[in-house]
């Protein structure tokens, strides 16, 4: 480094100043603003991502059966729901063959699949049923629907968890009476 006869640098303040760096206020402002990025994405990711999935897949249910409820007391036809652990059915009685047939014309009856890792656990008269991985794995010739919606306004008397599998966390509980009156509750996740 050049020094004049006086002692001081011959550089120009413009070149020491480039090459001076970081003061260490600098460093402690980035590092405090990385952390609260990260900290609001954890708290975001932990606040609606498993919870909101749940509930909205539990919320289209509610909907869902509360439709066909009024549609089977409104057209006269009676409907059922198969479910599988991953996912559910439509199926809507046709009394000229005495069988469950899929509703494969009606856009919104179509079968529904659950996002990843969701999963649906259903209990009938507090007993809970064994459900089937889902449709592709069982070749199912005479649909017996677990959930029926008969067009005398009796719905099967129901409760059916919908949960992050295998079980973690909490689950969503949509309750439904003989009436058709339906409820969702939710178990095991913190008040928000």
């Known amino acids: 480094m050049p020094i004049s006869v006086t002692g001081t640098s011959t ?15 600098e460093l402690l402002v980035v590092v405090a603003i990385i952390g609260i990025i990260v900290g ?3 708290l975001s990711i932990n606040a609606v991502g ?3 999935e ?3 897949e539990t919320q289209r249910l509610r909907s869902m059966v509360g439709l066909l409820h009024e549609e ?14 991953t996912g559910y059915r439509f199926y809507v009685y046709d009394y000229k063959t005495l069988k469950w047939a899929e509703a494969a014309d009606d856009r919104l009856l179509h079968e529904r699949a659950l996002p990843k890792q969701l999963e649906l656990r259903l209990a009938l008269d507090d007993r809970e049923l064994e459900l089937l991985r889902d449709f592709e794995s069982q070749e199912i010739e005479n649909p017996e629907p677990q959930l029926l919606i008969l067009s005398s306004g009796e719905v099967t008397p129901f409760e059916l968890d919908v949960y992050r599998g295998p079980a973690v966390g909490g689950h969503f509980t949509l309750k439904g009476e003989l009436d058709g009156t339906l ?10």
């Not at 550089?11 to 206020?25: E, I, M």
């Not at 089977?72 to 652990?85: I, N, P």
């Open 11 to 25: 550089r120009s303040p413009l070149l020491r100043a480039a090459q001076r760096g970081f003061t260490l206020l």
């Open 40 to 42: 609001a994405v954890v």
């Open 50 to 52: 498993p919870d909101r």
């Open 54 to 56: 749940v509930e909205q």
């Open 72 to 85: 089977a007391l409104m057209q006269s036809r009676d409907y059922g729901l198969m479910f599988t652990s």
């Open 183 to 192: 409820e969702v509750s939710k178990e095991g996740y913190d008040l928000r």
